[in-house]
């Protein structure tokens, strides 16, 4: 017989490849990859507006504050559905702008950037997940990927800015 | 190392899947099938009765690992076509217990008939696996496999 599977465990694995044949396929598909990054960021969108009704059902937690508040509630996020805790840093002077720092996630265990695509930006979905997200409880921001662990930085750091909130 | 994660990130990633690319959607979970079971089948035994014993897995842990149940049917004409009866089908039981959105159903099972495909594919089995919903959540998958034709 075979050994019993961990069921917890291979789901990460089904999720880092299933994102991994779905770049593999935009490659292929796309014209360049500045549109791959584009087409992700949309996908991440998508999922980010559908996302926050699930987040906010199962942690129940009431409206934001302010932008340190909101920040906490990504980390919490982040832990909630990929199971890492993402640091918060980089305050700007305004506070209005900070940076998320992923040491590690599951979607990179198995990946590896050839240097033909330096440009792509590979977690490109996961600042459309927030800026998802984040619009649906009316706060918009623009996120973007500052540096890349993939790309030989030492971290991937997200920034995430707060645009024109009254 | 990542631990585990939430099923619904795997669901929500599947929902903008089918969306954003229908026509890849076949394409990509075989992707993912011939890796994934890479992944899955590294501490097993060769299998000994090689067709039977693959099908039989698929139904097992493989489904199981993804869906956290077995499949509830696995019929065969002996003669390489096997039909894998699912009663409750994950990705179609929140849509409707009737006949609403049938019509919509089977873009959901592409992904899927892609990662069993792509699986057998790694075993060296060539296929063809088409999904049909019968009665909203149950479904069946076919495959029919190609004996004699290498892959």
């Known amino acids: 017989m075979p050994p019993p599977v961990d069921t917890k465990k291979v789901n990460t694995d089904l999720f880092a ?21 584009k087409q992700l960021d949309r996908m991440g969108y998508n999922i980010g507006l559908r996302m926050i009704e699930d987040y906010l059902a199962k942690s129940s937690s009431p409206k934001c504050r302010d932008l340190k508040d909101v920040a906490e509630k990504i980390q919490h996020a982040f832990q909630m559905y990929l199971n890492v805790t993402p640091g918060v840093d980089h305050w ?21 950037l050839p240097d033909s695509l330096q ?47 009254k | 190392m990542a631990g585990m994660i939430d099923d619904s990130v795997n669901d929500f990633l599947h929902i903008e899947l089918v969306d954003a690319m229908p026509d890849k ?34 139904c097992r842990e493989f489904w199981s690992s993804i869906f956290h149940k077995q499949i509830d049917n696995l019929r065969t004409n002996r003669s390489g076509q096997y039909v894998l009866h699912e009663n409750r089908f994950r990705f179609i039981t929140r ?48 495959v029919q496999i190609h004996r004699g034709i290498n892959v």
């Open chain 1, 92 to 112: 700007s002077q305004a506070n209005d702008e900070f940076s998320l720092i992923l040491y590690s996630n599951p979607l990179t265990e198995f990946v590896e």
């Open chain 1, 17 to 37: 490849l299933t994102y991994g044949s779905i770049i593999s396929q935009l490659l292929i598909d796309c014209e360049n990859v500045d549109e791959v990054n």
């Open chain 2, 95 to 142: 849509m409707s217990n009737g006949k609403q959105y049938l019509e919509l159903m089977p873009k959901y099972l592409a992904f899927t008939c892609g990662l069993i495909k792509g699986a057998l594919a790694d075993f060296g089995i060539n296929a063809t696996v088409s999904g049909d919903v019968t009665k909203p959540p149950a479904c069946i998958f076919n």
């Open chain 1, 119 to 165: 440009t792509m930006n590979y977690l490109n979905i996961l600042p459309g997940v927030i800026r998802g997200a984040l619009e649906m409880v009316s706060i918009p921001v623009r996120a973007w990927i500052k540096s890349d662990h993939l790309k030989g930085d030492h971290e991937t750091e997200i920034r995430i800015q707060s645009v024109n909130k």
């Open chain 2, 25 to 58: 959607v076949e394409q990509i979970g075989y992707m993912t099938g011939y890796r994934y079971v890479e992944r899955l089948t590294v501490d097993m035994l060769r299998f000994q009765d090689e067709e039977l014993d693959v099908m039989k897995f698929i």
